[in-house]
């Protein structure tokens, strides 16, 4: 029996190039049993035909699927499924039901349900996206990653492609960032003194359960990220958010029976401000002054393209009080999952034995890969590409928002990626994104990255990491004319 072309689509979604994604449906079929051994598939030339792609990429998919032994050919007679496929499962699946345990019950800590970040599905296709931490395909050096990823896979990298590290890391990158990374900051470490984490939000929560206990207390900045506030949350410690002015986290409004204090000084989350060096020094020895550590987040300091950064405040530290978190996310693409810590042996000894529990190490050939791409030169090469396009972006977008009469809440002075912006009092700003989605617009409604019981309504960031400079300004036209025309246009809820 022949399978009906017809029973051939492609997904409009799908991922993947063309000889994937019909290596993909084929499987699939088979997997689930929608295809039967033995059974014909349709000719190349007609499945080409009908799925409107070339006859080559469909002889490629079929000859890769003959290669794992999905499919079978039989000379002119054409291709089939192969006795030797994959078979669906045997067994009859039950049928869904009620489930008779309480969960309400059974559940012991609750992690859902807090303020967190997101961003509609396919946000990408939006034509206006001021989303924030995304990377632009447009930029990112897509073909030398590439070609690390493949130096990565080869025999030489076999060990850390395959080893488990238990709780070590790739030697390369930790030198790299020993060598490179950390000096562009002021800091000197040894490599006993890093770790690497998937991300910086990891790093924050490997530090969080090091440190606090359900006795000690914690700081954090506010607003502040959303995702350091659940952290602290879940951890169970005494939270206390502290409101941040046009410098930053002010060291006297820090209660002194704090253990540790989270801070942002090199740009703020979300509003974007530098802590002044008078200001990071009063920060450390208010810090010495109550016995407290420091969580230094200095996720972005690779984007300060309109000035040099100031030192990070872990350069300045002469105790050991501090603790540095430092990620790829922002300078690669957040989807690698790769940051570090930094910190006195005694904390890191803690945190890589609780990331071995947890994790055991980031996968040997991401940090391999990483490795590669920042010590041939590509990334540098990567942040000065970004840095002159996110630049420009920047100026287009100010003057936008200047034309337009848009209020800019916290204004960053080394660069970024952002803005932090207010709207008009009375301007619920989920509502105000609700509608310009419905416009091709994303907004960041600010009110997550507020302490619950001290939000504002009318605060929400404006990124520029995703959006061209050519399409900035009619984006700002959008969200400036809705912002006129809210009081007008019927219910605000």
Known sequence: ????????????????????????????????????????????????????????TVTIAYTELLANDYLTSKGRSGYF???????????TALPEGPDAVDWTRAIGQKFSGGAVLTKPEGWANFRYPFIYGQADPNLF???????????????????????????QDDPQLIEFIVRHILPRRGITARPEQILITLGAQNALWLTTQVLLTQRRSAALEDPCYPALREILTQSRAHVTPVRVDQDGL????????????????????????????DRRQALLDHARAIDALIVEDDYEFEMSFLKSPSPALKSLDADGRVIYVGSFSKSLFPGLRLGYLVGSEPFIREA???????????????????????????????IRRMGTALQDRRRVMEAALAARGL???????????????????????????????SKSVLIEPGHVF???????????????????????????DLIADEIAGFGRSGPIS
């Open 250 to 277: 002010p060291p006297d409004a820090i209660p002194p029976e704090t253990d540790v204090i989270f801070a942002t000084p090199s740009h703020q989350c979300p509003t974007n401000a530098t802590m002044p060096l």
């Open 352 to 382: 890589r034995a609780l990331r071995a529990s947890v994790l055991r190490h980031p996968p040997g050939h991401i940090q391999r890969t990483a490795a590669y791409f920042l010590s041939l030169g590509h990334y540098d090469a990567l």
């Open 81 to 91: 499924v192969s006795e030797n496929a994959p078979a669906p499962p045997a067994f």
């Open 141 to 167: 050096d897509h073909a030398n990653w590439r070609l690390c990823a493949l130096q990565a896979l080869g025999q030489r990298d076999f060990t850390a492609l395959t080893t488990d590290y238990y709780d």
């Open 450 to 476: 507020f302490a619950p019981d001290q939000h504002s309504s009318n605060h929400y960031r404006l990124a520029y990491s995703s959006i061209p400079s050519a399409r900035i300004a009619a984006g700002v």
């Open 407 to 437: 209020t800019i809440s916290g204004r960053g002075y080394f660069g970024g990626s952002s803005f932090w912006m207010r709207a008009p009092v009375g301007i619920d700003t989920k509502v105000l994104a609700r509608r310009l989605q």
């Open 1 to 56: 029996m022949t399978l009906p072309v017809e029973t051939f689509f492609l997904k409009p979604q799908a991922q993947g190039t063309l000889q994937q994604q019909i290596q993909q449906m084929i499987a699939q079929g088979i997997l689930s049993g929608r295809f039967q051994q033995g059974e014909k598939l349709p000719s190349t030339r007609k499945l080409a035909a009908h799925l409107g792609v070339s006859r080559i």
